[in-house]
């Protein structure tokens, strides 16, 4: 493994983000700030819900293999300031085993501030999730998000800039024992310090007519890891494309390729493709539900 400076340890993400926001060009008209690795600090409609099926085809970096995930969402948006995310997560990862459900999420995210102008505006809001996942440990890289038991919380905040969108992500990872008898080895942290750093821009349509055209948007995020504890760390860099149909359908496809690691990682690069629809007033304004 190469060997880096502390000056070259410290400035990775930064020069990683240069690189992704070379790959975003400048626009003049409204743009969106939906991001396919990391969540805004927007949120969906509010009285809406939906469904989103999140497929990652990851590469094992031990045995040539190909470790398939799904993980289905229903998505729900009380209000405009709030949204909750219940997930499952399922995988072929297990050896020897087939396709099967490992677990369980639930996700919640509630923004803060607003500063809205015209063409333009700030978010900012505060998430976490809580897991639970009856899988082997077989990476020192914690992930809340469909591999290991525990939880997380942090802070987003978006700048939304005509039609370019910036997002910077913050959180903290606890891991916990995963169920099944599959401790948390005693030996590895299980803490972490995780973000996100996010570009995307809106390619199409040029001149904005009705909700029938298609949009493209084209991103490129950075997305890291430290462990306190070790000092350990990762940073990948996941470019990707995104289709929106009608404002309520979605189309992501994104490969993430890891950059530097010093630290075990069964699988961190691969493909991501996801699909996720919207149906927007599931309950009208004034609407009371009775038991």
């Not at 297990?94 to 102008?117: H, N, P, Q, T, V």
């Amino acid at each position: 493994m190469k060997k880096v400076t502390v000056k070259e340890y410290i400035m990775l993400p930064y020069k990683a983000m240069f690189a992704a926001l070379l790959c975003i060009s400048t626009g003049r008209a409204a743009g969106q700030e939906l991001f396919v690795y990391s969540e805004p600090a927007s949120n969906m409609p509010a009285r809406s819900t939906g469904i989103r099926l999140t497929n990652w085809l990851m590469n094992e970096t031990s045995g040539g293999g190909m470790d398939y995930h799904l993980i289905p969402e229903v998505m729900w948006g009380p209000n405009r300031n709030l949204m909750i995310h219940a997930e499952g997560f399922l995988s072929n990862r297990i050896a020897g085993s087939a396709f099967s459900w490992e677990g369980a999420g639930l996700y919640a995210k509630y923004r803060f501030y607003s500063r809205d102008g015209v063409f333009r505006h700030f978010r900012m809001a505060a998430f976490g999730r809580a897991a639970t996942n009856n899988s082997a440990i077989v990476q020192e890289a914690i992930q809340v998000n469909g591999l290991n038991s525990g939880y997380q919380a942090g802070l987003v905040a978006t700048q939304l800039l005509h039609k370019t969108a910036l997002s910077v992500t913050g959180y903290y990872e606890q891991a916990t024992n995963n169920r099944q008898g599959h401790e948390f080895p005693a030996t590895r942290p299980g803490e972490a310090l995780s973000y996100m750093l996010s570009a995307g821009h809106l390619m199409l349509p040029r001149v904005y007519k009705s909700y029938n055209q298609v949009n493209l948007n084209l991103m490129a995020e950075v997305i890291g890891q430290w462990l306190p504890a070790t000092g350990q760390q990762y940073i990948d860099i996941a470019p990707s494309v995104q289709f929106i149909f009608k404002s309520q359908a979605r189309l992501d496809i994104g490969y993430r390729q890891q950059l530097y690691s010093n630290m075990q990682r069964a699988a961190p690069n691969g493909l991501l493709v996801r699909f996720e629809y919207l149906i927007f007033n599931i309950i009208r304004p004034g609407h009371t539900v009775t038991n």
